[in-house]
């Protein structure tokens, strides 16, 4: 596969005869940032439950590897999500997929801390996640994902719901972890949350296409 780290190749996905996606080519590389846009039902989360593994196309074929690793962080909030009463800590700390409030180590509670040290929340560390604004709840989401370590990182629309100095503070945060060389893909409406994107991607009438003339007059 070279550096490609996902391939779809020809993916389509329907109900009966109702394509909501049709021969979908995709291919992305490992360390780059992808965007994707694309109005309300057009099939943006189609697109990522396929992605991630949670439905199967109806035709078409997925490529990666057996051990690739993708972390999804969703546009829900903590509460939304019906988290059970828990601090920062706690809550990122169920990255390294253990079980809830089990025993942490010394060397994984480092870990921890130098991942909230990484999203500015050590102070916020033993602060119950609900008394969080919605931007640091993304970032506490967003730092989970991270500890799991996972080859891709998928974020569904992060800034959802979020006022607008949280979401250029979260726009950073996923600016540096590229640099870090991880993998991301970002769905969103906004294409200026795009603009930082080695490719950006448009859903629109079932196909899948590259977007990159508007996103250079838009940036």
Do not use: R, W
């Not at 996902?6 to 109702?18: A, E, H, R, T």
């Amino acid at each position: 596969m070279n550096n490609e780290i996902l391939k779809l190749v020809d993916v389509s996905f329907g109900y009966n005869n109702d394509l909501i996606l049709k021969d979908i080519n995709l291919t992305i590389n490992k360390g780059e940032y992808v965007g994707i846009i694309g109005l309300n039902g057009s099939g943006k989360s189609t697109l990522l439950k396929i992605i991630l593994g949670i439905i199967k196309p109806t035709s078409g074929e997925i490529i990666k590897g057996n051990k690739i690793k993708i972390g999804y962080v969703n546009q829900t909030t903590m509460v939304e999500e019906g988290s059970f009463m828990a601090s920062v800590f706690e809550v990122v700390s169920l990255g390294l997929k253990k079980k809830p409030f089990s025993f942490i180590n010394k060397k994984e509670k480092e870990k921890i801390n130098k991942t909230l040290q990484l999203f500015s929340l050590s102070e916020y560390a033993n602060h119950s996640i609900d008394s969080l604004s919605g931007g640091q709840a993304q970032k506490v989401k967003i730092a989970k994902v991270l500890l799991s370590n996972p080859d891709i990182i998928v974020l569904d629309e992060p800034t959802s719901g979020i006022d607008e100095s949280s979401e250029e503070i979260l726009l950073e945060i996923i600016a540096h972890l590229h640099a870090l060389k991880k993998t991301i893909i970002l769905v969103s409406h906004n294409l200026s949350n795009l603009s930082n994107c080695d490719v950006v991607y448009k859903i629109s009438d079932k196909s899948i296409n590259k977007y990159e003339k508007e996103i250079k007059e838009n940036a």
